[in-house]
């Protein structure tokens, strides 16, 4: 069994190579931004039909690979499978990367061939021992990345990893929450309050530079929302790799929740909605997941439909059961315990 799994790679490329490749992100992202528009015009948006209205214009206007020309058309008519309701505009200075695109270079020191409107350039990648491992596996693809506040280019390059096959007997059940952010049948639980409290220490910054609307206090808008994404994805990954190391391979096995609609299941408070609507269950899931398979640790999903009100010593199935966001108490047996703890069985 293989996963994927992303390597952050950062460039090390000359003046000349640095200016190739930000005038070759800059094209990109013009191309996709042209694409988009002619998608939205024509209410075209299947990316073979696409391409017929813009490959030899895209091609012309921006001086474009072939093969990157066709990576901006694809990045157009995926951004517009799930939202068509406004036409989409480009800003980051990225581009998709296929294996015709670029080469990874591993003859001594790392370094990597990558595709621009001038010509092949081959900047070496700034790497340690966990990059130079990984970069081991079998290469998929990659995505340039320009990142303005560090005024640097970072490769994402994605790689497919072998893992052993999954097994296990024992069920590990997890309930995903705000007040107990992970809580599993195991005995691993995470308190979320700390969390959210740094969470609303960034949005009241980001409520005071909205009420301002400077120039200044846009810019700062722009590198809070980074800050507070890397430390949003930091904190997930601490999480579930201390979770994923509760577990034992090749005897547990972990079960959680469909989270499909779990924003309109729930009720919450008024001033719980912003938490709620921001948290990023999904993305945690995900991560306990593709940790879980590189261990070998299966991962079973079911159906949210009453674990908060089954009741596990007698079975009974009441929304009484539930007596508030933190409390548990069977209606039949008597059964007392922390709610989101009952969740996770």
Known sequence: MEVTKTVVCKLNPTDENFKRLMDTVKAFRDACNYISEVAWTNK??????LHHFVYYETRERFELPANLAIRARDRVAKSYKTDRKKQHKFRQLSMDLDRRLFTLLRNGEYKVSISTIYGRVK???????YQRE????????????YRRDSKEFYLHITVLVK??????????????????????????????????????????LRSSLQQKGTSSAKRKLKQLS????????????????AFINSLVAGRDYVVMEKLNGIRSRCEHHKSQRATFHSWAFNRLQQMIEYKCLEKGIPVVYVEPEYTSQRC??????????????????????????????????
């Open 44 to 49: 075209v948006y299947n990316p073979v039909a």
């Open 226 to 241: 980074g800050r507070e994404h890397r430390w949003v994805n930091a904190v997930l990954h601490q999480i579930s790799r």
């Open 312 to 345: 596990p010593r007698c079975g009974t199935i009441d929304k009484r059961n539930r007596r508030s966001q933190a409390l548990f108490r069977c209606v039949s047996c008597g059964y007392q315990h922390n709610a989101d703890v009952v969740a996770s069985f």
């Open 134 to 145: 990984l970069l081991k596996n079998p290469v998929r693809d990659a995505k340039l990345v």
């Open 123 to 129: 900047p070496k990648l700034v790497i340690g021992d």
């Open 163 to 204: 893992t052993p096959k999954p097994e296990g007997n024992n069920p590990v059940g997890v309930d995903i929450g705000i007040n107990n952010l992970l809580v599993a049948s195991n005995g691993f639980s995470v308190n979320g309050k700390p969390i959210e409290h740094r969470r609303q220490h960034f949005r009241k």
